[in-house]
């Protein structure tokens, strides 16, 4: 782990359990910035949504492989980058979700598959992704209030 005042990185394990540990170091990460409870939880949900899809999708729940995860700020902005060697991420998946406010629900719409990306975007302001030749990248970006 290296540690600088706006800048963390980390290494975890591709498995459920880390899940835990990254939330706290996203926490201990924000905690100079004095944030709220209420800005803080739709990133944390962001963030540990993304990494999920990275050890369940992109790893199948592979507990030799691991993620990498970046934490920095600029004043502005905290951004999040997960970087991971797995299955890149389909390319409709890229985008936010199309979500019709007016349409009833129906319990199929609630289904497994595309809730977590809802989630994903709607929990911070900006999502990238870079598929790389080696790695894959996914960035989360959150204006501080």
Not at 20 to 49: I, K, M, S
Not at 73 to 101: F, M, N
Not at 107 to 121: A, D, T
Request: hydrophobic letters at 35%.
């Amino acid at each position: 782990m290296t540690e600088h005042a706006q800048e963390r990185e980390l290494r975890l394990p591709a498995t459920i359990n880390s899940l835990t540990t990254l939330g706290n170091a996203l926490r201990q990460f924000l905690a100079a910035l004095q944030v709220n409870e209420a800005w803080t939880y739709p990133l944390d949900l962001a963030l540990c949504e993304a990494a999920s899809n990275i050890i369940r999708h992109g790893y199948h729940d592979d507990p030799a492989a691991h993620y990498r995860v970046r934490f920095r700020h600029d004043g502005g902005a905290v951004t999040v980058d997960l970087y991971d060697s797995g299955v890149p991420v389909p390319e409709e998946k890229r985008q936010p979700p199309a979500i019709d406010p007016d349409a009833p629900i129906d319990l199929e719409s609630l289904s497994e598959g595309g809730r977590g990306m809802q989630l994903i975007f709607s929990g911070v302001d900006r999502v990238s992704y870079r598929q790389g030749e080696d790695e894959n990248q996914l960035t989360l970006v959150k204006n501080l209030p």
